[in-house]
């Protein structure tokens, strides 16, 4: 029997999400999101783009918009108010400095404790290849994270207020191929994540067959990690420890 992974520390207060488009999240993320909003920890949303270019019968103009409204309706449905978004330009999100600029801008704003974002790999869980922006983000949000604590990369920020922060702990990427901790969402969680996935019906509809039922996917998703963390529902990530927790492993 294979040894069971272990759930992702608790023991916190204060998470940003970090992805490319409106619905990245409500994935499975948004579940565990869930269960942490009602523990009573603060979460906030940080999207790159607006999904603008997801939707092929709705022009980008609109569909920006429209987009943006159901991201904030689906971050309700789990306890999150505060969703912010940048500029960038869906589907051909860049790496590089601007990127991982403006991710550390909003990292020493809020000074999280963990971040959540999306896997970064080529292949992602199932096998699945990964989408370009996705990759782009994740990766930026991982920089980023180590980016955030040092003062002398992008000095700019320090003139806009933003003095560095060094506190992130872990950093967590949802639908990684070989995931390393697990989130419990049995139950409550789990039904608020899939009524937040729910909110994006009119992003949904544009998907045509390729489209998801919000609590058929989300549900067949979670029970399949599950058993990896020993619950019946979980959803799991591929965590980055950027703090020793106790003394360093060498003393």
Known sequence: MEELLPALPEDWDRCLAVAAHPDDIEYGTASAIARWTAQ????????????????????????????????????????????????????????????????????RRHRPDVI?????????????TNQADHRAVGLATLDAARDAGNRWIFTELADEGLSPWDGVRYVCFAGAERPTHGVDVTGEPLRRGIASLAAHAEYTKGLGVAGPEPGPFLTWAARLGGPALGVAEAVLFDVHALRFEGPPPWL
């Open 40 to 107: 009573g920890k603060q979460v906030t949303y940080l999207l790159a783009t607006r999904g603008e270019a997801g939707i092929d019968a709705v022009h980008p103009d609109e569909a920006g918009p429209l987009r943006e409204r159901e991201q904030r309706a689906a971050a309700r449905e789990v306890g999150v108010d505060v969703v912010e978004f940048l500029a960038h330009r869906d589907g051909v999100v860049e790496y590089g400095p601007d990127l991982r600029r403006d991710i550390v801008r909003a990292i």
């Open 116 to 128: 959540v974002s999306g896997a970064f790999d080529i292949r992602m869980v199932g096998g699945m």
